[in-house]
């Protein structure tokens, strides 16, 4: 193949899609916003834990079904993935979609709205495919929140015929940039003894003390934490009665960091922590990985800038006060896709008070304001993917 000349490269940096392509995107996505509202609304209406969305992976790939999309459930072995296809080409495109809610806040993250959104960007883009001369998928990728599912499905073979995979996600206001923390997902367990406080405390070994210890260890910890790492987590079961003295305690601890590379580095500091409470009692203690490690965020950065674009011709802001727009810091197992395919991962505002993992943001990721973004989303996702499609070309 012959070889472009540095002026042909700086040409291809610049190409867009024709207006007349991103015209019939943003009117094909026009013609199924009614669906695709529908489509948020059942899912918020309907939240599902990670690797239990059966209803949300049928609902979303259902509607693939309907607008053309060849739909392989169970995709990869996992029972809520899916992959749906639209056309061929040499270069194939993915909308990645997420569909599992929080456990007691149901859509307090919004991944109704994303799916909606990738949905809605691949039937647009789809309008177009054969003239671009592109492929189209939709992913869907079960347990974002702590599950890792697409780490699963990376290590099942999936996402590797990709050439570019996007997604938008909501926060409480638009940017661009995705800078996400690597982060390590533990269960934490200790196992002691019980006995009755009052009349034979000596023959209990307190499993409850042995995790006040470690919180007490990592709070002190964090004086000597930079600052690009998080340690935070809960107690799940703290003992059952208070005359009787705690047998056996869990939690699910996260550890994060800028990079991998960092996050190693610390996570022996933190489970020292964890041993000292071991240590102290007597208890005996078990960390068990819920998943493989969230990497950090590879961003195309080309891509981005045609998102920024789109965006903002659309009329979506990205000057917005700082402290509102650190939900790009929050970890993703998009991280993983894009240290293997060329990926953004953009967060798109659905305004208001309230910041992700809040009840009130379940609130605001359905209503008309929502329903706006999610229309944006598509569409900034869609022209986007026409872009990288030309630039590509």
Not at 30 to 54: K, R, T
Not at 83 to 93: D, H, K, N, P, V
Not at 115 to 125: F, K, P
Not at 305 to 321: E, I, M
């Amino acid at each position: 193949m012959r070889q472009r000349t540095d002026a042909e490269v700086d040409a291809a940096a610049v190409r867009t899609a024709a207006p007349a392509v991103k015209d019939l995107i943003s009117e094909r996505i026009a013609e199924v916003g009614s669906s695709l509202v529908s489509l948020s609304n059942s899912l918020h209406d309907n939240p599902e834990l990670g690797w239990q969305e059966y209803r949300s992976a049928a609902s979303v790939a259902g509607i693939l079904a309907d607008h053309g999309f060849s739909v392989e459930h169970e995709y990869a072995g996992l029972e809520t993935a899916f992959r749906a296809t639209y056309g061929s080409g040499e270069f194939t495109i993915g909308f990645l979609a997420e569909y599992d809610a929080l456990p007691g806040l149901g859509h307090a993250c919004g991944h109704n709205l994303i799916s909606a959104m990738s949905v809605g960007g691949a039937i647009g883009l789809a309008a177009v495919a054969d003239d671009l001369g592109i492929g189209v998928e939709v992913i869907g990728t079960p347990a974002e929140e702590g599950g890792g599912g697409k780490i699963e499905l990376l290590d099942r073979g999936a996402f590797t015929n990709l050439d570019f995979a996007l997604m938008a996600h909501p926060a409480p206001v638009d940017v661009a940039e995705a800078e996400p923390f690597a982060v390590a997902h533990w269960h934490v367990e200790y196992t002691g003894r019980a006995a009755h406080a009052a009349a034979y405390p000596e023959r209990g070994i307190n499993a409850n003390d042995a995790f006040l210890v470690a919180q007490v260890a990592l709070g002190l910890l964090r004086q000597q934490l930079p600052k690009t790492v998080r340690v935070h987590g809960v107690m799940t079961n703290g003992g059952e009665a208070p005359n009787a003295i705690p047998a056996k305690t869990e939690g699910r601890w996260y550890v994060r960091a800028e990079s991998t590379e960092e996050l190693l580095s610390v996570e022996k500091r933190v489970v020292d922590c964890f041993e000292a409470g071991a240590l102290a009692t007597g208890a005996s203690l078990a960390i068990t990985a819920e998943s493989r490690r969230y990497a950090e965020m590879r961003t195309d950065e080309e891509a981005l800038d045609a998102y920024r674009s789109n965006a903002v011709a659309l009329g979506r802001n990205f000057d917005v006060d700082p402290i509102a727009a650190t939900m790009n810091r929050a970890s993703t197992d998009m991280g993983n896709v894009s240290q293997v395919v060329n990926a953004i991962h953009p967060y798109i505002g659905v305004g208001g008070e309230a910041s992700n993992h809040q009840a009130a943001f379940a609130e605001s990721c359905v209503g008309a304001t929502a329903e706006r973004t999610l229309l944006d989303g598509a569409t900034a996702l869609a022209w986007t993917a026409a872009d990288v499609s030309a630039r590509r070309s």
